[in-house]
Structure formats: structure tokens, C-alpha cells
């Protein structure tokens, strides 16, 4: 247990405190590099004898009174010969276990969210786990996810509509990796493509099917141009720009006006 009394510290004297490790008494500490403040439980193990550091978080985060309410609560469970760094281990796999892969997934949209730029991106983001993931795996635990669950949502779809499935299959595998980022999960991802899902599906390339649209026969272009001339937007105006500069395979430019 720490010698130094209880309460060593105040606000305005942790804002003047240089690089360094300070304490607080009753084993919390605060260690200082640069911009970068922590506030750390140091104890001996009741279990092993050996002396550990237990993290309570970023000071920005967690404030002086705060961290010295975690360090009283770390010493009751000292006193009931338990290990505190233990005990906060198994609580947060426990809140790991209860993080669905919905739950997760939305998470991730919210925050990416402000980075997208076309605002139509969350909604399909959703609208797609909507409809293929969250019946399926969506109430799974994130740190559960396994190959075979992917494999559920992607084997239905995968050769009817490809293209939709390989979108789907990115963003799985995007959302396991937020979910990694924040340790809500440990492994390798089970929706990675490279040297894993590539070794159990065939590619994409070889079982999309190539549908050409009818063309349109060339008395009706007049009016196609016309009713694409009364239409907005970029889609309509690189249609025109088709109609005006493409060229028939015998070099002989489209008679369109």
C-alpha cells in the first residue's frame, strides 16, 4: 500500500506538475508525459504477491475526484484479498460480451457518418444490414462473430446479386475491425476477403453476371435527347455528352442531331 497520506494532489496543483510520476496517497498515482496525463492504481497482488499497475484513464477524462473514487473502490476489493486488475478484466469482458453486432455496427455508421460525404451513405449502410446482416447475426456478441456466421448472410446471395453481396461483405469486415480497434473483439477478422473468404468463395469476377441493356433504337434517339435535355443533374448531362461524342465501330460519328 502507497505511504504517502491520502489527498496529496489538487486541481490547480496537477496543472502545474511537471513529466513525471506523482501521487496522490492511497495508492493512485498520476504519470505526466507532455500533453498526456494518466491516473493509474499501483498495488501488490493479493493472489501472486506481485506488486501491478492497474489504468484508470485519461485525466481530461477522469476527473480528481473520480480517480480517487476508483482507487477506494480498488482498495475494498484489496481488502477482500481480491485482485482489482483482475476484476476489471472480467468486467469488461463481460461488457464485451454483451456488445451486438447491431449494436456495434451502429456505433461505427454514427461515427463515420460526418466523414461521408455523399449523405446518402449511412442510410444504405443501414438499410443493407437491414435487410442481409442484423436478421441473421445481428444479435450475435461482436466478440462471438465467426466465419460461418459471414458466411450465413453472404452463401444466399452471393451469385444472385454480387455485387450487393461484396458491398455487404466490406462493410462486416470494416465493422469487426472498429470493433478490434476498440478490443471488443481479439482474432483476425472472419469477413476479410484476402487469404481467407477468397479461399472459400469464388471471386466475384466469376460469377457476376453480365446483363447488356437493349439498345435504343435509332429513330427514338431524337426524343431520348430531348427528354434527357429537360432532366437535371450530372447522370442526364454525361448521357448527352455520350450521345454527341460517341462513335460507331466504323468511325462513323453518332447521327444523333
Same mark, same amino acid.
Given at each position: 500500500?502507497?505511504?504517502?497520506?491520502?489527498?496529496?494532489?489538487?486541481?490547480?496543483?496537477?496543472?502545474?506538475?511537471?513529466?513525471?510520476?506523482?501521487?496522490?496517497?492511497?495508492?493512485?498515482?498520476?504519470?505526466?508525459?507532455?500533453?498526456? +496525463?494518466?491516473?493509474?492504481? #499501483?498495488?501488490?497482488? @493479493? /493472489?501472486? $504477491?506481485? %506488486?501491478?499497475?492497474?489504468?484508470?484513464?485519461?485525466?481530461?477524462?477522469?476527473?480528481?475526484?473520480?480517480?480517487?473514487?476508483?482507487?477506494?473502490?480498488?482498495?475494498?476489493?484489496?481488502?477482500?484479498?481480491?485482485?482489482?486488475?483482475?476484476?476489471?478484466?472480467?468486467?469488461?469482458?463481460?461488457?464485451?460480451?454483451?456488445?451486438?453486432?447491431?449494436?456495434?455496427?451502429?456505433?461505427?455508421?454514427?461515427?463515420?457518418?460526418?466523414?461521408?460525404?455523399?449523405?446518402?451513405?449511412?442510410?444504405?449502410? +443501414?438499410?443493407?444490414?437491414? #435487410?442481409?446482416?442484423? @436478421? /441473421?447475426? $445481428?444479435? %450475435?456478441?461482436?466478440?462471438?462473430?465467426?466465419?460461418?456466421?459471414?458466411?450465413?448472410?453472404?452463401?444466399?446471395?452471393?451469385?444472385?446479386?454480387?455485387?450487393?453481396?461484396?458491398?455487404?461483405?466490406?462493410?462486416?469486415?470494416?465493422?469487426?475491425?472498429?470493433?478490434?480497434?476498440?478490443?471488443?473483439?481479439?482474432?483476425?477478422?472472419?469477413?476479410?476477403?484476402?487469404?481467407?473468404?477468397?479461399?472459400?468463395?469464388?471471386?466475384?469476377?466469376?460469377?457476376?453476371?453480365?446483363?447488356?441493356?437493349?439498345?435504343?433504337?435509332?429513330?427514338?434517339?431524337?426524343?431520348?435527347?430531348?427528354?434527357?435535355?429537360?432532366?437535371?443533374?450530372?447522370?442526364?448531362?454525361?448521357?448527352?455528352?455520350?450521345?454527341?461524342?460517341?462513335?460507331?465501330?466504323?468511325?462513323?460519328?453518332?447521327?444523333?442531331?
Amino acid at each position: 500500500m502507497s505511504k504517502l497520506p491520502p489527498n496529496q494532489l489538487t486541481v490547480r496543483r496537477i496543472a502545474s506538475l511537471k513529466d513525471g510520476v506523482h501521487g496522490d496517497g492511497g495508492n493512485l498515482w498520476i504519470t505526466i508525459r507532455g500533453e498526456t +496525463r494518466a491516473w493509474t492504481f #499501483r498495488f501488490k497482488s @493479493p /493472489l501472486t $504477491g506481485k %506488486r501491478r499497475e492497474m489504468g484508470l484513464g485519461p485525466a481530461r477524462d477522469v476527473s480528481l475526484s473520480e480517480a480517487r473514487a476508483k482507487a477506494t473502490n480498488a482498495r475494498r476489493l484489496l481488502l477482500e484479498g481480491i485482485d482489482p486488475l483482475e476484476e476489471q478484466t472480467k468486467r469488461k469482458r463481460r461488457i464485451v460480451r454483451a456488445r451486438t453486432f447491431e449494436e456495434v455496427a451502429e456505433h461505427y455508421i454514427t461515427e463515420q457518418t460526418p466523414a461521408w460525404k455523399d449523405p446518402r451513405s449511412a442510410p444504405m449502410w +443501414r438499410s443493407s444490414l437491414g #435487410r442481409h446482416v442484423y @436478421p /441473421l447475426m $445481428g444479435s %450475435r456478441p461482436i466478440g462471438q462473430i465467426q466465419t460461418e456466421d459471414v458466411l450465413s448472410v453472404l452463401r444466399p446471395i452471393w451469385e444472385t446479386t454480387t455485387e450487393t453481396a461484396s458491398r455487404i461483405r466490406g462493410r462486416i469486415e470494416r465493422i469487426l475491425d472498429y470493433a478490434h480497434s476498440h478490443h471488443w473483439r481479439e482474432g483476425n477478422n472472419p469477413a476479410r476477403w484476402r487469404g481467407h473468404l477468397a479461399n472459400i468463395l469464388p471471386k466475384p469476377t466469376a460469377v457476376t453476371k453480365v446483363v447488356h441493356h437493349a439498345a435504343i433504337p435509332y429513330r427514338d434517339l431524337p426524343a431520348v435527347f430531348a427528354q434527357l435535355g429537360r432532366q437535371d443533374g450530372s447522370a442526364a448531362l454525361a448521357a448527352r455528352f455520350l450521345c454527341l461524342t460517341a462513335a460507331f465501330w466504323g468511325g462513323t460519328s453518332c447521327p444523333v442531331v
